[in-house]
């Protein structure tokens, strides 16, 4: 019922920024919770950044002080804004947004993800 792009990926800098989008469409109007998560090779997917409806944020330890989370929600869209990138930091990052649907209830739907490489 949802679909998400993501975009924004790329190879940068350690100390550089990126800031990561992700397009929602299909039923949008289901949409409460909207984050982001990452993974990176032989590690399990971890939570980034997560935003409410209403611009509650929470952040991972690691991303919090240097990610920023956003939301449009006219555009259905969501935002990471990251600076000071780590190449720990490397991973695919993973959109994701829950919904709350008549029969469904509650439910996530994932992106396909956007490398992000973080390397001089």
């Known amino acids: 019922q949802v679909q998400l792009v993501e975009s924004g990926g790329g190879l940068v800098q350690p100390g550089g920024s990126l800031r990561l989008s992700c397009a929602a469409s299909?039923?949008?109007?289901?949409?409460?919770?909207m984050g982001w998560y990452r993974q990176a090779p032989g590690k399990e997917r971890e939570l980034v950044a997560t935003i409410a409806s209403i611009g509650n944020t929470r952040y991972s330890d690691s991303a919090k002080g240097r990610f920023t989370i956003s939301r449009d929600n006219a555009k259905n869209t969501v935002y990471l804004q990251m600076n000071s990138l780590k190449p720990e930091d490397t991973a695919l990052y993973y959109c994701?947004?829950?919904?709350?649907?008549?029969?469904?209830?509650?439910?996530?739907?994932w992106g396909q993800g956007t490398q992000v490489t973080v390397s001089s």
């Open positions: 994701n947004v829950e919904t709350t649907q008549p029969l469904l209830g509650r439910r996530d739907y």
């Open positions: 299909g039923s949008t109007f289901s949409i409460n919770a």
